[in-house]
């Protein structure tokens, strides 16, 4: 039987064993994901092997040290600098992301956008912004603090502190802050977030569980909105078909995977 897990810290909450799962069941493969909970980022290959994982997702907050442990990384994750997506390749480990194209995958009924702003500058900013930049897509950073903004400068990106920030026209907002999610607050000051939705078309919060402040507004500001549910289904179906060697078709693990999130 081959054996998947999540790593993270926490990782109870985790919907992706669900995820997985589901799609093996209905490929009738032999296979299990499983959730490990690890707390010291040091442990993260050791127990991969110990566990004679073949593939595991690696969450918050350990995908930038994942980086730095892989014996490879491959495609976009390389420029990204953190990995959501561990591949066994023989006796060696294979780094990829898949959080940045399933976030463009869950944007691509927006449409033609022109340019975007983000919100937060952790690390699903940057696969964000790496994967709106590989599109052509003019991006803006802002973060609250300065410190995390200096691998967006070096990538060429806008980047701007509250202080600094005199709004814009964007057309798309996207909310990478974890702000909302276990508290009631803006991921920045709610006027200049009422001003900014004013020149937008649609606002993106990567938080799927709840409806964010962020969201509730941009919904009244009447903007075409979606929660990060699409991002998480993309990104894991993408993850399955690394897994397997690209073996699926895409459309097939994603009518299995889908279903989880209407339970
Ligand atoms: N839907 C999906 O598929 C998907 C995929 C990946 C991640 N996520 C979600 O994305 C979120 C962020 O993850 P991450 O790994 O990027 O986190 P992270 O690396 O810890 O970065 C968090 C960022 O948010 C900012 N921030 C945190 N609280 C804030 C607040 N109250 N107000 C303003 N800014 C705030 C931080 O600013 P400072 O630099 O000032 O601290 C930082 O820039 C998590 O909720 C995660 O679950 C969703």
Known sequence: MLLFS???YPV???ISPRLHNAVMQGLNLDGCYIRTPIENPNA????FKTLQLSGANVTVPHKEVAFTQCDE???IAQKIGAINTLVREGSRVIGYNTDAEGFYEA????GTLHNALILGAGGTAKAI???LKTHGIETTILNRSRQRLAFFEAEGFTCKTPEAFEGGAYTLIINTTSAGLKDEEYPCDATLLK???HHAKFAFDVIYNKPTPFLCLAKECNLTCKDGKEMLLYQGVLAFNLFFSNH???KTIESLMRPVFEL
Request: charge should be positive; proline fraction near 0%; charged fraction near 10%.
């Open 195 to 197: 001003s900014l939705f």
């Open 6 to 8: 999540i790593f993270g």
């Open 129 to 131: 912004a790496m994967i």
């Open 107 to 110: 944007i691509k009924s927006f």
């Open 248 to 250: 699926y078709d895409l």
């Open 12 to 14: 109870a909450h985790s």
């Open 73 to 75: 990384v491959r495609g």
């Open 44 to 47: 993260l290959m050791q127990t």
